[in-house]
């Protein structure tokens, strides 16, 4: 029942605001970026482990964020040298 609340409050507090429910969201600079928790990495102990947290959304998404941006300036690339082949493989 606890994790249940916990959970709840996740979610309340992670769909609040646009940012905080996106996977990544556009900078300025036009490349992805990890958006921030709108809650605390150890907010659903004793269930979820901070650390855990911490690595998930730090290393884990990051990392996803990462190869998003890296696609995309390749594609870019791929694009202005008109390599078709290389946009479609791209694309997966």
């Known amino acids: 029942m606890a994790l249940a609340r916990a959970l709840n409050k996740m979610a309340k507090t992670a769909t609040g605001t646009a940012a905080s429910s996106a996977v990544a969201t556009l900078s300025t600079a036009g490349s992805y970026a990890l958006p921030e928790l709108s809650y605390d990495y150890g ?3 004793p269930f979820i482990n901070a650390e855990i947290m911490q690595l998930h959304h730090s290393k884990h998404h990051q990392t996803y964020v ?3 941006n890296a696609a995309l300036e390749q594609y870019e690339g791929a694009e202005k040298a008109a390599d078709v082949a290389k946009m479609i493989a ?3």
């Open 43 to 45: 907010e659903l102990e």
């Open 66 to 68: 990462n190869n998003l």
């Open 90 to 92: 791209l694309q997966g």
